[in-house]
């Protein structure tokens, strides 16, 4: 839980927040990679702006460097979607249900589906409304964006979020080590998960 020192820190970062951060930038498949300045991402009314504190590098981020891959990326991208970071702003539109606090901390979620069609993913975006969403397999939403493919990710300093591609971390929880959960941690639950339904299945 966040302290009222740390939401008053945080705001006041908020204040000094500058114009322009920097990230990394894949061109085009196999092209060189570009470290450069950027815009501050524009953050949604439902969104949150999230300081990136630690991001995981993955596999999947050197394929889509590559152009391994038959779904096209966005291109210029900005990759990555494993990460930590604390919460910056929080937009009008986000509910104070939600529980998200200005200083506290948050992971970028990995949804692992319990559909056993569907692959864990890194949803960016989903619309919680159509008929895929509402039954739990936001992967096929015709409106779903993957963080790090075909929406900007985590290699850069600040990333604009909808809550619920978020998780809250408790202040306690070890940021690197909370970092490697986002993919690698929920790859090997879900892998995990289905070798315990497929036992059950087989007994
Ligand atoms: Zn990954
Ligand atoms: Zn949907």
Known sequence: ????????EARNELRTAPTEQF?????????PLEYKKLPMPQMQPDE???KVLFTGVCHS???IWKGDWKEPAKRPLIGG??????????GNKVSFLSGFQVGGHVAFKVYSPSSFVSEAQYLHNYCLGC???????MSSCPDSRLTGYTADGTFQQYVARKASSLQMLSKDINLPEATCICCPGATVYRVRKLEV???NIGT
């Open 1 to 8: 839980m966040s302290t009222g020192t740390d939401r008053i």
């Open 131 to 137: 008929e895929t969403c509402l039954s739990d397999d």
């Open 61 to 63: 981020d050197y394929h």
């Open 48 to 50: 949150i702006l999230v």
């Open 23 to 31: 990230g990394i930038i894949f061109n085009g498949p196999n092209a």
């Open 197 to 199: 339904c497929s036992d």
């Open 81 to 90: 979607h494993e990460g930590v970071g604390v919460v910056i702003a929080i």
